[in-house]
């Protein structure tokens, strides 16, 4: 029996170009959870084909894995315009039909009032929070940038806002760079499509930077037209050398073979189907010559389709080393000193499909000098039996990546194991504990026992790792109820239960620093009395990170009640000092580019439930009590951190409940506002850099809200 209301769906565009008419949308079905199927009724389907499409932002807002396409794209040639059809959304066992008028036309979308009135909520959740925190003349030009760029995607505005390179000036630049690092593009081909591969070697051609060869190894091609084609190219332009295998290694052994005729001072990888933007190696060398010791370089990237239609831009974090190991964000465009790379051993066989990700670990593991440059310098072909249209046409690429990971992991001598990532391309490691080192939780509280009593019985239920003790500081507590429950866990833990009474003005840092005094534990977890635990095990995955010599503060992802993000890591600059990533996604959610999925560095993490190593807690001094009593104290204990040369990381298999600030209320008092006001303004003063810059985020995504969106400004 069928359900009209099982299935989701929105007609968002209906475009005209080139003389074809393309529907766009996207269709769920919510019973089943599975993609739909789209079919013409009453008509022949003559000039319309139907294409599946990723739609990242539907699968975000549904909580869907990404893996499932989503969107579709319906191509009508201009024998149909002005007609109307009637279609059919179709999955296993409901189905919905449509009328769509084939005219240029924005189509109002399909969800159901439910998903809309969520959908909505979540806008005036984050409007409120942007005008209390910008105030209204800021707030008032978001909404005239907003006007004026919503019509137009999101991504189409970008481009058009921020790659105004002119060529003439960019070549007159170029001139007077005291360095002109000759570039070698390393380009391994087999069998490929003359369109792409015309396209692949036209877009070096095109290079503002001229000093530059282009390596060509062809992998013992069987299509007669691609050796045909590198000799043409080979004899137009001398900076272009091609060898020819005598047999077929695959895209190791071709683009060592490649490697072996490079001449240049620095190394780029790029894929047979792909392009680079035409000022590409004109910022490579920009770069090099602001920072010559650099010796690994990497950009952002986006994806072009058949049709040159540029979608899903990655902006990427700066050098995350953690972040890494959960899944190879560097990717493309890919620069590599050449000293650097036969240094690393170039490209190893038994990793192909991962070659790329094994060559970046150990070549990042050779040096410091590692850049990023912010600006999309590469386009990854979306066509069929590609990882970036079909990520399961190479499934073995996966298994090569998480082979890649361990020997990582043996490599650097690390204990530990790794397991595949919820998201295709993305791993989970998990350390081994070195001994058994007592950890310490510290819980600041003041009365509300039901919720501290949640919390403590929370943590010995998801907890199996014996050695560790609970600190409560208790901030003045007058309730019968929290006495008795103290005395509950003296009798449970015993010695591993302490109390220290600390009757002063509530001072968050204060109260931790002083807890701290107490503790006998090599390892701290500073938790809210309003945390309910929800991972097994979760000590012994946080622990495992906390042990890390080059890690500082390891945080936790944390929902509020109905299930939703409340922080996954801590973006700084978002709202004006900093903010909690992916606020108010669906748990199930993957996140920008899986940020959701997998552990990684961010600037900080909340201190609602952070572990960290006792040892760099006091190297740092603890949490600030004279500043921040009550808010930011967390995130600057994290900078402080990083200033000392360690990494912080959110974990997105840690999970827990926050009931946020049950305890202690909003900040709804003069008293209170004037305290929050100054301590906004130690920030902003303090850590200036920071806010302008988070080096785990991207200059290129907002931060006006929490959602990795595109920036407007």
């Not at 007159?172 to 690092?181: A, D, H, L, M």
């Not at 010559?292 to 979608?311: H, L, M, P, T, W």
């Not at 810059?693 to 931060?703: A, K, Q």
Request: with cysteine; proline share 2%; aromatic share 10%.
């Amino acid at each position: 029996m069928k359900k009209e209301d099982a299935i989701k769906y929105s007609i968002d565009t209906i475009e005209q170009e080139d003389g074809y008419i393309f529907v766009k949308g996207w269709g769920y079905d919510s019973e089943n959870k599975t993609e739909i199927e789209i079919s013409l009724i009453g008509e022949e389907p003559l000039g319309v084909s139907f294409k599946r499409e990723q739609r990242t932002d539907v699968n975000q807002h549904l909580g869907v894995d990404l893996e499932k396409k989503l969107g579709f794209e319906i191509k009508f040639d201009s024998s149909w315009e002005n007609k109307t059809v009637k279609l059919k959304l179709l999955s296993s066992n409901n189905y919905i039909l449509k009328k769509v008028k084939l005219r240029k036309n924005k189509i109002k979308n399909g969800m159901d009032i439910k998903s809309k009135v969520e959908k909505n909520i979540q806008k005036i959740k984050w409007a409120i929070e942007y005008l209390e925190q910008n105030g209204i003349k800021r707030t008032v030009a978001r909404l005239q940038t907003e006007v004026f760029s919503k019509n137009m995607d999101p991504y189409r505005y970008w481009i058009e806002k921020n790659e105004k390179y002119d060529e003439k000036k960019s070549k007159k630049e170029i001139t007077g760079f005291e360095k002109q690092p000759k570039i070698s593009i390393l380009l391994p081909v087999y069998n490929t499509d003359e369109r792409w591969l015309r396209e692949c070697i036209e877009s070096v051609l095109s290079q503002y930077y001229i000093n530059w060869e282009l390596c060509i190894a062809d992998d013992h091609s069987t299509r007669r037209q691609v050796q045909r084609i590198l000799c043409e190219y080979a004899e137009k332009d001398a900076r272009i050398k091609v060898v020819y295998r005598e047999k077929n290694g695959h895209i190791s052994e071709a683009s060592n073979s490649a490697l072996k005729i490079a001449t240049g001072d620095y190394v780029a990888l790029l894929d047979h189907d792909d392009t680079l933007a035409p000022f590409a190696l004109y910022r490579i060398a920009a770069l090099i010559n602001k920072n010559i010791n650099a010796e690994f370089i990497y950009s952002d990237e986006d994806k072009i389709n058949k049709a040159g239609r540029r979608s899903k831009p990655f902006f990427k974090p700066d050098w995350s080393p953690d972040t890494l190991l959960s899944q190879n964000y560097v990717c493309h465009l890919s620069v590599i000193k050449s000293t650097l790379l036969k240094k690393a051993g170039g490209f190893r066989v038994g990793f192909e499909g991962a070659q790329d990700y094994d060559l970046v670990l150990r070549c990042t593991e050779l040096t410091n000098e590692i850049y990023h440059i912010p600006e999309i310098l590469y386009h990854w072909r979306m066509i069929e039996n590609s990882t970036a249209e079909n990520p399961q046409a190479k499934l073995y690429a996966f298994d090569a990546g998480k082979n890649s990971v361990e020997s990582a992991l043996i490599r650097r001598k690390i204990n530990g194991t790794v397991s595949m990532g919820k998201n295709l391309g993305t791993y989970g490691v998990l350390y081994k504990i070195e001994g058994k080192p007592k950890v310490s939780i510290i819980i600041p509280t003041k009365d509300h026992a039901k919720d501290l009593e949640i919390c403590i019985e929370s943590i010995i239920k998801k907890t199996d790792y014996s050695n560790y003790e609970i600190i409560v500081v208790d901030n003045g507590s007058k309730d019968i109820e929290t006495f008795e429950l103290f005395e509950k866990y003296a009798h449970v833990f015993g010695e591993a239960f302490k109390i220290v009474t600390l009757d002063i003005p509530f001072n968050y840092s204060k109260l931790n620093n002083e807890a701290v005094k107490f503790s006998s534990g090599e390892f701290l977890v500073l938790m809210n009395n309003d945390i309910q635990v929800i991972t097994e095990n979760w000590i012994e995955k946080m622990l495992g990170f906390a042990q890390q010599k080059h890690i500082g503060a390891v945080g936790a992802k944390l929902y509020y009640n109905d299930l939703t993000i409340q922080h996954a890591g801590v973006v700084m600059g978002v709202g004006g000092v900093a903010g909690h990533s992916h606020k108010y996604f669906n748990s199930k959610s993957p996140g920008y580019f899986s940020r959701l999925m997998i552990d990684s560095n961010y600037a900080a993490v909340t201190a609602a439930c952070l572990m960290v190593e006792k040892e760099k807690y006091l190297e740092i001094d603890g949490l600030n009590s004279i500043n921040l009593a009550v808010a930011f104290n967390d995130v600057d204990f994290c900078l402080k951190l990083l200033e000392k040369g360690y990494y912080n990381i959110c974990l997105s298999s840690v999970e827990c409940y926050h009931h946020e600030s049950k305890s202690r209320g909003v900040e709804d008092t003069k008293e209170k506002k004037r305290r929050f006001d100054k301590e906004i303004s130690f920030m902003k003063e303090k850590w200036k850099i920071y806010i302008a810059h988070d080096p785990y985020y991207n200059p290129n995504l907002t931060l006006e809200k929490e959602d990795f969106s595109i920036r407007k400004d």
